[in-house]
């Protein structure tokens, strides 16, 4: 569908810490991503619509949708 | 701002993606907290300008009127033309009156419309890509025929 | 010698014979479209199962759209002589056409075979409008690409025969059965004068019966089945020919036309028949394809020894002979069921007419011969990729034995009919060889599509010049009408310089350059992206989304930002202009300009979703020019209406405010500089854009202004040192290209935690410089070395990046080059 744009996991949430301490974090963030066989939260971008940020749940086996919510409601 | 809306324009903001006729202008909805507003009386600028003085402080207005082209299609083959780049039902057991839908056509971002003639549609395109459009309009059209109506 | 007669004579020759034929080297004529279609229910094949299934939805009011990928609806009624409710099964086809045809939302598709399935009850077919005629009508497409929404779907697409395995199964006259039937009965063709028919199955046999009512001789029945079957022998009766059961063909004789069959009968008695035409079934496979394509594993039954469909994908259903129900009756009972069960699900109530009902005929099973033993000559397996039963025997003796395995040693299957007629047979042979059953073997995987399909037809309206659309600035026409060359920059058409006659492209940039330099240029810059960010929060969120901070800058001003990915690298740079307290604008570069709408609105939504700000694209909404040079203020103040001050003083650097230009049209105006000039852009309306360019021309004209295009503008802005596209590449830091300062250290934004790491600040990275040339007449090309000014042109005073030489340019200086090379000068050899 080009009317999507696919972002990824949607589970991870920014650091607010900029102290060295929080490098960890910040590094699981920006690079680490579990790759779940299941259902799986992701952030969608409906381009070619609404410029919504979606939070999509789908099942990355069968890529059936389960949930979809509107990310700025869902945070 | 519902209320302003209602009081300024005499119409209910659409909580979905249709389109609410007001007085002089008709607000089409297309996302969430996001409205076109579309006048066939004020002018250009002029809508921007009545909508930022009547909505100050509830909303943001951003003049759009340069940016876009709306053309209308319509006959008993406007949905069968617009098949041809749209991936959307747009058969009226799935699109009602009113309906409005934002989404590509043949790769081109438009917003749709129905409103009046069941047949009709309004579609408004960017300005960059009024050639392209074009081009894909009549080449999918040509195989029914069409008139080309202009409109002041 | 000898390699040029192979190449000469050999080579053509074999070509020829093999039929290969020549790939077309013109471009197509013809005209291809693609479609959308929407439907409750989507019913694959127009035959028995397929026509009972639409009726079943469409009187319930379903939205029905039948395909079929013939020309005429019926799938093997019209090839056969059934009857259907004691009338001709015609009969019953035309009143199911017509009553098809007079409901309101039943779409009928014929010459339209559905070829793929995909998420989301997604189909995709090819229509084939207008291959049958030498020219398609005028604005007619050749073919139409449908792609289909459906809630529910009903494969009805019925079954293929299998040819069965003997020696010689290829000589012309050697046909199918059921392709026999077609001919006889659907189009009265004789397909020949004597013919003998060799199968394993009952409604073969049939053949036989058709065959002499039409007058043609039936020489022999050969049944492969062990035990005589009663429909057979009914058959050879009205055939008045002798049945053979548990008998072979063994041999055909006969080269460009088959003359005669040795069949072998039970006892191992040879007998000879004479024929000209051998109709052959060695049963019926399931058309269960489309059932496959997510992924479900088609099952072995093994009371019809055939594939049926497995797991099915969401929303689908299968009925008639592709579910492995073969007789009429069943087809039109379970197309019936399962057209009024899609209904259901779709919300209809489907009432349950008596429904057609056909003769139930007493069958023998069918008891697949997979292989005639004891064949001579070639037994050919895929009749496409002519491969035959002892390739696949080589193919297990050399260890494959798998299907996959053995279709891609063999190439079995691999022919554009994908294994329709061979798959099963070529199962059978691995199967026998390695000792083991069928559905133990299993079968390749089916992938969409079903049919070859033309790349046009995928492509439709979006080749030539309609490739993808083409976004035009609002100077174009003005462009074109000044001879520009154009240079695509994503979808964009940009003017890249504007020749005059006789002039190279070189001079012409060179001219434009020093008009600008001297005197006064104009360029549109309109296909930088533009965001309008408004709210009481806009400059907070600026100050999150740039390096540096915006929320101080004074309104009326304009500041250059840097925008960081999250990772610490350099996403975007651009000019913001503070128009209001609560209203920013925002530029971007012309190629990210999605992105980092993109970007904005997920930081805006996903990360600080309590800001109050709102962004929209405004790229569109204004014509924007540069116009750039000594004499731009000239240029500028002579367009503004009277009463307005431009002065350096009123209007310094960096300043942005609304004015009004050519007698009342609002325009913004922006103190930038992209070229290092004195330099404004000015943007209107885009709908103003068209008369700007042309006043600003009319308005220049005095002081001698040109209008440049992006290849001067790119010299200039190299000239100026300032970072663009092809440094701004993703593997550059703020740092890298010299805008570290920028940075800022006081607050939290996107990339400032991560832009930190020790790797992206450490001293050894690579950094944008300046080069000065040495000798200005020569050009620097890409990829051109720098060595140290009167060094020799050696690897080692090779000042890029590399492994580490002896002498290396940091531990020499003990210092580094950061953006100035000033001091410093380079020479490119």
């Given amino acids: 569908m080009e009317e999507f744009t696919y972002r990824g996991d949607a589970t991870v949430t920014r650091p607010e810490s900029l102290d060295a301490s929080a490098t960890d974090a910040w590094v699981d963030y920006v690079y680490l991503r579990d790759n779940p066989a299941g259902p799986h939260k992701e952030h969608w971008h409906h381009s070619a619509g609404c410029h919504a940020w979606l939070v999509v749940t789908r099942d990355t086996r069968t890529h059936e949708i389960l949930a979809v919510e509107f990310a700025r409601e869902g945070s | ?97 009113g309906g409005a839908v934002t989404s590509t056509i043949s790769h081109m971002g438009v917003q749709l419309w129905q409103e009046g003639e069941a047949d009709s549609y309004d579609i408004a395109i960017f300005r960059s890509v009024s050639a392209s459009f074009w081009r894909w309009l009549t080449a999918s059209a040509a195989e029914y025929g069409y008139e080309v109506v202009t409109t002041s | ?52 299934a639409a009726l079943a939805a469409g009187r319930a009011g379903a939205r029905v759209i039948l395909c079929d990928e013939d ?58 409008v207008n291959d049958h005629v030498p020219v398609p009508p005028e604005h007619a497409p050749r073919q139409r690409l449908w792609r289909i929404v459906a809630k529910q779907s009903v494969v009805c697409a019925g079954a293929i025969e299998r040819p069965l395995l003997f020696g010689d ?13 077609s001919y006889v009965n659907r189009y009265g063709a004789a397909p020949g004068r004597h013919a003998v028919v060799f199968a394993d199955n009952d409604a073969a ?35 008045r020919a002798p049945y053979f059961s548990g008998a072979a063909v063994t041999s055909v004789r006969g080269a460009l036309g088959i003359k005669s069959v040795l069949i072998t009968d039970m006892n191992g008695q040879n007998q000879q028949f004479d ?9 019926w496979s399931p058309t269960l394809n489309l059932t496959t394509h997510l992924g479900g594993k088609p099952a072995w039954d093994n009371g019809l020894s055939a594939l049926v469909p497995g797991d099915l994908p969401p929303g689908m259903s299968v009925a008639g002979a592709a ?124 992938r969409p599509p079903y049919t070859p399909v033309a790349i046009a037809a995928l492509v439709g309206h979006h080749r030539g010049p309609d490739f993808r659309p083409t976004r035009l600035t609002p100077s174009h026409a003005f462009a074109k009408e000044r001879n520009a060359v154009f240079v695509e920059a994503g979808a964009w058409l940009r003017a890249l310089y504007f020749p005059q ?214 010299v200039m802005r190299i000239e100026k040192g300032h970072a663009a596209g092809p440094e701004v590449s993703g593997q550059t830091t703020a740092h890298d290209l010299g805008l570290g300062k920028m940075v800022s250290k006081k607050k939290d934004f996107i990339g400032r935690f991560m832009g930190e790491r020790p790797a992206l600040t450490e001293i050894e990275r690579a950094s944008m410089v300046g080069l000065r040339p040495v000798d200005k007449d020569t050009r620097i090309r890409a990829g051109a070395h720098l060595v140290p000014k009167d060094a020799d042109a050696t690897a080692s005073n090779d000042q890029a990046m590399s492994p580490p030489w002896p002498t290396r340019r940091s531990s020499e200086a003990g210092s580094r080059w950061r953006c100035s090379p000033a001091g410093r000068s380079a020479t490119a050899k």
């Fill in chain 3, 275 to 283: 024929c000209d035409v051998l109709a052959m079934s060695g049963g």
């Fill in chain 3, 501 to 714: 006659a006789g002039e190279a492209p070189q001079d012409t940039v060179n001219r434009e350059v020093a008009t600008v330099r001297s005197k006064v240029g104009v360029c549109d810059v309109s296909t930088l992206g533009k965001i309008d960010v408004q709210g009481t929060d806009a400059g907070t969120f600026l100050d999150r989304v740039y390096a540096n901070t915006f929320s101080t800058l004074a309104v009326g001003k304009a500041r250059y930002g840097m925008m960081l990915r999250e990772d610490g690298f350099a996403m975007d740079d651009g000019t913001t202009a503070r128009l209001a307290e609560d209203h920013y604008f925002m530029t971007t570069t012309t190629a990210n300009a999605v992105k980092v709408m993109q970007h904005l609105e997920f930081c805006q939504q996903v990360l600080w979703p309590e800001l109050d700000v709102q962004t929209v694209s405004a790229t569109e909404q204004w014509a924007q020019y540069a116009v750039a040079g000594p004499k731009a203020r000239e240029v500028i103040a002579a367009l503004l209406d009277s009463g307005q001050d431009i002065s350096n003083e009123a209007f310094p650097y960096m300043a942005a405010g609304s004015f009004t230009v050519c007698g009342g049209t609002k325009a913004r105006l922006y103190r930038l500089s992209f070229s290092g000039e004195l330099a404004y852009e000015i943007g209107v309306p885009a709908r103003f854009g068209d008369a700007l360019i042309r006043a600003i021309i009319e308005a220049g004209a005095p002081h001698g202004i040109v209008p440049y295009g992006t290849e001067a503008l790119g």
């Fill in chain 3, 169 to 181: 199964n290829d000589r012309p006259g050697v046909m199918l059965a059921g392709a026999v039937r």
């Fill in chain 3, 323 to 446: 579910a492995g129900k073969f007789s009429l009756d069943a087809c039109l009972a379970s197309g019936e069921g399962a057209g009024a069960e899609a209904a259901r699900n779709c919300g209809y109530s489907p009432s349950a007419p008596a429904r057609p009902v056909a003769k139930e005929e007493a069958a023998t099973p069918a008891s697949p011969l997979w292989q005639v033993e004891k064949s001579r000559g070639k037994a050919f397996v895929d009749f496409q990729n002519d491969v035959t039963v002892s390739d696949v025997k080589l193919a297990t003796r050399e260890g494959f034995r798998v299907p996959e395995h053995v279709k891609r040693y063999t190439t079995l299957g691999m022919a554009t009919d994908q294994g329709k007629t061979s798959n099963l047979n070529g199962a059978a042979v691995i199967a026998g060889l390695t000792g083991r059953y069928i559905g133990a073997v299993g079968t390749t995987t089916f």
């Fill in chain 3, 71 to 128: 020309f005429r609806l019926g799938g093997r009624l019209l090839a056969e002589r059934d009857e259907i409710d004691g009338q001709p099964a015609l009969d019953w086809l035309k009143a199911a056409e017509a009553e098809l045809m007079s409901l309101p939302d039943c779409r009928i598709l014929r010459r339209t075979t559905v070829f793929g399935v995909y998420d989301g009850g997604t189909y995709a077919a090819i229509e084939r």
């Fill in chain 3, 1 to 52: 010698m000898a390699g040029a007669f192979w190449e000469k004579v050999y080579e053509p020759l074999i070509r020829r014979s093999a039929g290969l034929g020549r790939a077309a080297d013109t471009a197509d004529p013809d005209h291809y479209e693609k479609t959308n279609a929407f439907c409750d229910v989507l019913v694959i094949g127009g035959g028995a199962a397929g026509l009972s």
């Fill in chain 2, 1 to 97: 701002m519902t209320a302003a809306v209602r009081e300024a324009y005499g119409v209910d903001l659409p909580a979905k993606s249709v389109t609410a006729r007001g007085k002089s202008v008709n607000f089409i909805g297309y996302g969430p907290g996001q409205w076109l507003v579309v006048s066939e009386t004020l002018a250009h600028e002029a809508l921007a300008e009545d909508l930022a003085t009547r909505l100050k402080g509830l909303a943001s207005v951003s003049d759009q009127s340069g940016g876009r082209a709306v053309l209308r299609v319509s006959g008993p083959r406007a949905r069968d033309v617009l098949a041809k780049g749209l991936a959307v039902d747009l058969d009226p057991r799935a699109f009602p009156a």
């Fill in chain 3, 205 to 239: 046999f049939r053949t036989a019966t058709d065959l002499a009512d039409a007058g043609i001789a039936v020489n022999a029945l050969i049944d492969a089945r062990r035990d005589p079957s009663p429909a057979a022998q009914a058959a050879a009766e009205s055939a």
